[in-house]
Nanobody, 121 residues
Framework: QVQVVESGGGLVQAGGSLRLSCAASGSIFSIEVMGWYRQAPGKQRELVAAITSGGSTNYAESVKGRFTISRDNAKSTGYLQMNSLKPEDTAVYYC???????????????WGQGTQVTVSS
């Protein structure tokens, strides 16, 4: 059993910053990829950023230069530092962890419940 829990969301004014955390726990051998997605009302869920176990990162064009994804492999925890926030960043942010439970098992994607980020203008 693997659990993924996000924290750090909230209400912030435009131009402000927030740091989201994503903690994975349970039967984990390794986490190959950790990612952040977001879903605004009436819109599809979209990728915000992702990071591999080796530290390679990928960002949506809309957040490049403003958001930074990182992870602490020893703690099975990922982070999303969000700076220069805009009202259009308002969404529920979801973390995912692609987990391998043994050295030879395939990865399985686990999702958190989401955390609300609201940016006021």
């Amino acid at each position: 059993q693997v659990q993924v829990v996000e924290s750090g969301g909230g209400l912030v004014q435009a131009g402000g910053s927030l740091r989201l955390s994503c903690a994975a726990s349970g039967s984990i051998f390794s986490i190959e990829v950790m990612g952040w997605y977001r879903q605004a009302p009436g819109k599809q869920r979209e990728l915000v950023a992702a990071i591999t176990s080796g530290g390679s990162t990928n960002y949506a064009e809309s957040v490049k230069g403003r958001f930074t994804i990182s992870r602490d492999n020893a703690k099975s925890t990922g982070y999303l530092q969000m700076n220069s926030l805009k009202p259009e960043d308002t969404a529920v942010y979801y973390c995912n962890a692609d987990v391998r439970v043994t050295s030879y098992s395939p990865t399985y994607r686990h999702w958190g419940q989401g955390t609300q980020v609201t940016v006021s203008s």
